[in-house]
Structure formats: C-alpha cells, structure tokens
C-alpha cells in the first residue's frame, strides 16, 4: 500500500497477482499518516503504533474498495437436487439488499427455496432470469458490497405512515353538476339499415339450447411445476416397480376418543400441543413396525435392507402440493415429541420453508386423507419405502359388540404394501396390531 499525503486525497494502490485494481476516493487527512510512506508493511516515520492505528480505517477502505463486489452461486438446496427453477425474482439490479434479505425463490422438484443476500450491498447483475434453470454452485448474482443504501429506502415506515396519514385526512370535494347530455338522433339514411338488419337477425332460428346466460367454453392452460412433475414421476415409478397390493381393516376408536376427551387439557397445558390421534397411530406403528420388520425394509438390487430404526414420513397437502416430510428416529419419541414434530412440519410446509433435508429418507408412509372425509383409498408407496398406512375418516356405524347392534366410531386402514418383499402374512399382521393398540391404548404402554 502506498499513501502520498502531499494533497487531501489518499490515494490507494492494491498490487493483486491477477492485476491491479486503482481505488481513488476517501478524503480524510486526519486518517492518513503525517508523512512518509507504508512499503511491505512497515512505516519509515517514527511512532510505528499511532501511525498504525490513525491508518486503520484507510486500510479498512481499501479491503472494502478492492473486494467490494462479490459473486454468489446458487447454494446447496439438499442431497440428490443438482438444479432448480427460478420460481420469482423478488429484486432486480440496481436494488438494494440487506444481509440475509430474500433475493429469489428457486422451485426444486421437493421443496421452493429462498435464496438470500449473504451481505448487505447494491444488487448489480442477476445471471439468470425467471423461469430458468440454475444449477447448484453456479454464479447467481453478484452484489457490490460498497453499495450505500439509497435514501428513498432508508425509512420505508415512515414513508408508509406518511402515505397512511395523507390518506386518513379527509379530502373535500366540490360538487359538480353536470349538464345532461341528449344522445344524438340517427339520420334517416343510418335508420333504415339497422331496421332491416334487425329485423333479418329476428327472423333466424334460434340453435343455442341451454340457460340464457351463454355457454363458456374457455379453457387455460399452466405448465406444470417441478414440484408436480416430480410427484407425477415419482407415483407412476411406484407403480411401474412395486408389486403393490392392498389390504384392509376396519377401527373402532371409542377408546381412543375417550383417551384423547380425557386428557386433552392436561397435555396441552404440560406440553404446550394439542394431543391428535396421528401420535396414537405413530405410536401404534412403530410398535407394529417392530413387530413385523419386513415392513419397514427396502429392496436394493439383489439384497433387502433391514432398518432398526423408524423414520416416518408424515403426507402433509400444501397450496403447491403433497409434500412428505419425515419424523426421524420415532422409536424413541414420546406422545408429546410426536406431536411437536408434526405441529411444526405442519407449519413449515404450510409457509414454504420446509426443506428438503426434512423430506428425504423416511423408512414408512401414514398418509391421514380422512382430514378431507375420505371414507376409504388405496394409497400408493412412496418409494424407495415398500409399504404406506392410509388412514380415512371416522364414522359412526352400526357394528356388533357381545352380540348386540351398537353406533361406534369406526375408521377404515387401509395398508399397501410391494409384495416383492412383504406377503400377505406379515400385511395382516401388521395391520392387525395397530387395530389391537389403537383399540386399547393401554397396549402402547405396556408394550404388548
């Protein structure tokens, strides 16, 4: 660094192996040493640490002035997504961004990611625009952190309250009176050639058969998401790789229900969540999953994977799609871990910011579409899992208890599994022991 104090200006040279980069600004002669000059880090004059200090924030200015602009790459967006889709672009250049401020919104084929600003500084080039396809660790934009922050952006509240404040006031208004206005009689010549076209358009037949409102018959068209696609792919392999059947049981909640009645209120207040039957059939699976193994293995080429451990994946119905993220290592967690674990997945991917670390792996699929009062389905496997839970509404039914017609709450299970890996034996089963505990839930805790 070289510092020539014979005028205001300090001037600031950056030798850089790839070249040199000249930065003349900063007008501040208190800053600058009194005389001399600063070779390869050392000071000819006297004083050696006053000087180092008083110079401190030119050398500040020159890091920052060298290497104020700064590329970004698209980050990493999770295992196993290389690219993405610039979904919206939130700024543009020339705008102003704050450190960790939404920059764009890339779609993968799991999740919408926000990219954001790593610094505060002025947006100076986007090197992809919406809707094209990014890769991850390429250049995205490149931001000059030397940027000051404009004044019109300084204070957006209070430009908004001003606007709020001008808008509360009341504006008076002048009455006007308007001359009305007499519409303008056709000619004779005019006349005569709308008479007979009208007359010629009351004569035709009339074909239309329906309300008199018209026929719509418009249609539109939107490009699927990645998102969607991606489910798309994913079912239609399912289908096209497993053996999947499909059995059923039928449930009788009223201990359940009675459970949950009992002690809604004392979990909520102990835990702060609400108590849902979801954690009763998690809990009921794991159980059913230690007992049938087979269930919770996968096929891989010529071997089968047994896993000792329970990762569920829970199918949550967002505004952009199904999504399936996963509660991990559910063998070891409590009624109120399960129910904090859902709550927030829940929100997460409600609001968007659910990622696709949270939505990989899962060892076994519970799919509850009887939120949306389906009575009965045949879920199909998320793969690479080979079986799924579907769970449907309750409904009252008459069923025979000790010989005598009673109302029950009943829910249909419906169980589907590759029967490559599982047979009928180990479905059965399966199903059959979540019946039991879900029946009597005294059975979670006794473990049996």
């Known amino acids: 660094f070289f510092f020539f104090n014979d005028t205001a200006t300090t001037e600031i040279y950056t030798e850089q192996i790839v070249g040199?980069?000249?930065c003349v600004q900063e007008t501040a002669s208190k800053a600058a040493p009194k005389r001399g000059i600063f070779v390869m880090n050392k000071w000819a004059p006297a004083n050696l640490a006053r000087q180092q200090q008083s110079a401190s924030p030119l050398l500040a200015y020159a890091h920052r002035c060298s290497f104020s602009k700064k590329t970004v790459p698209v980050p990493s967006m999770g295992d196993s997504i290389s690219d993405g889709v610039v979904f919206e672009l939130l700024k543009k250049a020339g705008d102003y961004v704050k450190q960790d401020e939404i920059v764009a919104i890339i779609?993968?084929?799991k999740v919408k990611v926000d990219i954001k600003s790593p610094e505060s500084g002025v947006l100076v080039k986007l090197f992809a625009q919406q809707g094209d396809t990014v890769e991850?660790?390429?250049?995205?934009?490149?931001i000059d952190l030397a940027g000051a922050q404009p004044a019109g952006q300084a204070a957006?509240?209070?430009?908004k309250k001003q606007e709020t404040a001008q808008e509360s006031k009341p504006q008076k208004q002048q009455p006007t009176q308007e001359k009305p206005q007499q519409a303008a009689k056709p000619s004779p010549q005019q006349a005569a050639p709308q008479q007979a076209a009208a007359q010629q358009k009351a004569q035709q037949p009339q074909t239309h058969i329906g309300g008199t409102g018209g026929v719509n018959r418009n249609e539109r068209r939107e490009k699927m998401s990645r998102m969607r696609l991606k489910i798309a792919q994913r079912l239609k392999d399912a289908q096209n790789t497993c053996a999947m059947l499909t059995?059923?049981?039928e449930v009788d909640m009223s201990q359940a229900i009675q459970c949950r009645n009992d002690f809604k209120d004392e979990f909520l207040k102990k835990h702060g969540a609400k108590l849902g039957f979801m954690s009763f059939f998690i809990k009921a699976a794991v159980a059913a999953l230690k007992d049938q193994p087979a269930v919770n293995a996968v096929i891989v080429g010529n071997e089968i994977i047994y896993r000792e451990y329970v990762d569920l994946s829970v199918a949550v119905a967002t505004p952009t799609g199904l999504i399936v993220p996963v509660l991990r290592n559910c063998e070891n967690m409590s009624f109120a871990d399960v129910e904090k674990g859902l709550e927030l997945l829940a929100k997460k991917?409600?609001?968007?910011t659910i990622t696709a670390e949270e939505m990989a792996g899962g060892t076994f699929t519970i799919s509850n579409g009887g939120i949306f009062g389906s009575l009965m389905g045949t879920p199909i496997i998320n793969p690479p899992q080979s079986a799924i839970l579907g769970m449907h509404a309750i409904v009252n039914r008459p069923v025979v208890v000790n010989?005598?017609?009673?109302?029950?709450?009943?829910?249909y299970l419906a169980l589907t599994y590759d029967h490559r890996l599982i047979d009928g034996r180990e479905a059965v089963t399966f199903l059959k022991r979540i019946k039991s505990e879900i029946e009597d839930p005294r059975r979670l805790l006794l473990d049996i």
């Open 20 to 22: 040199s980069v000249r």
């Open 136 to 142: 991850v660790g390429k250049d995205f934009f490149e």
């Open 107 to 109: 779609e993968t084929d």
């Open 247 to 249: 059995t059923f049981q």
């Open 349 to 352: 991917g409600k609001d968007g």
């Open 403 to 411: 010989d005598t017609i009673v109302a029950r709450p009943m829910m």
């Open 156 to 159: 957006p509240q209070q430009q």
